[in-house]
């Protein structure tokens, strides 16, 4: 069965400065993506990052990017330049072959002015 | 601008009466689903289609249905509302395996 962690329920980071977001996922496929999600206070949840698992090359998006480790099964999320915008829940995802999509617990990320 | 739509932010319903959530979606996208959004659970699948009339049970189908006439529009049904289906409803639609995309979510308190 496929099951995505998220074991940092809440973080926190100073403004401008860089956080780190976790993600571990379980699978034994070995065609699949990745995605990290942003869901604001009270509001619709947005795409931040897309990685394909073929694909040996990070992700990036702008301060956004990935640390995509397939071995390891490893998916974390690095936030330079954090911005109060920034302050939301972060969820990890996966989806497999069968286009079913997999969530993690999400991180709650504060951003300290 | 992609756009998926739900039938309404707020909505608070009594227990035994049924309930509907509609969904729509503008982007010709073949897959819908309905997820259901609790604190520290993160988001937890109760059904997908795939297509038009078709359906899959998700993780936590038990005391929903769900109807899918056309492309674009996916409902979720609560036959009996009770308390402890009280949350936030997610629907999202994608096409494949590329990013989904989310409405805005209801948020359902049965009392």
């Known amino acids: 069965a496929q099951t995505v962690t998220q074991s940092q329920p809440e973080m926190s980071v100073q403004e401008a400065e860089t956080v780190t977001l976790s993600c571990t996922y379980d699978?034994?496929?070995?065609?699949?993506?990745l995605f990290w999600y942003k869901q604001p206070p009270s509001r619709q949840m947005i795409l931040v990052i897309r990685?394909?698992?073929?694909?040996?090359q990070n992700a990036t998006e702008n301060r956004f990017s990935v640390n995509f480790q397939k071995a390891a099964k490893s998916f974390s999320l690095k936030i330079s330049d954090s911005q109060l915008g920034d302050a939301a829940m972060y969820f990890c995802?996966?989806?497999?072959?069968?286009?079913?999509?997999?969530f993690g617990t999400g991180t709650s990320l504060t951003v300290i002015p | 601008d992609v756009k998926v739509t739900q039938s309404s932010r707020y909505l608070v319903k009594r227990t035994g009466e049924k309930v509907f959530l509609e969904c729509v979606q503008d982007?010709?996208?073949?897959?819908m689903f309905w997820y259901r959004q609790d604190p520290g659970l993160g988001l937890r699948l109760i059904y997908f289609?795939?297509?038009?009339?078709?359906?899959e049970k998700g993780d936590i189908p038990e005391g929903y249905s769900v109807s899918r006439e056309k492309k674009e529009r996916f409902s979720l049904i609560l036959e009996s509302a009770s308390t402890n289906q009280t949350s936030m409803y997610l629907c999202a639609s994608s096409f494949y395996r590329y990013e989904q995309y989310f409405g805005p979510g209801t948020r359902l308190t049965v009392t």
């Open positions: 982007m010709d996208h073949e897959n």
């Open positions: 995802a996966y989806v497999n072959t069968g286009n079913q999509f997999y």
């Open positions: 990685q394909e698992a073929y694909k040996q």
């Open positions: 289609s795939y297509d038009v009339k078709m359906k």
């Open positions: 699978t034994s496929e070995s065609d699949y993506y």
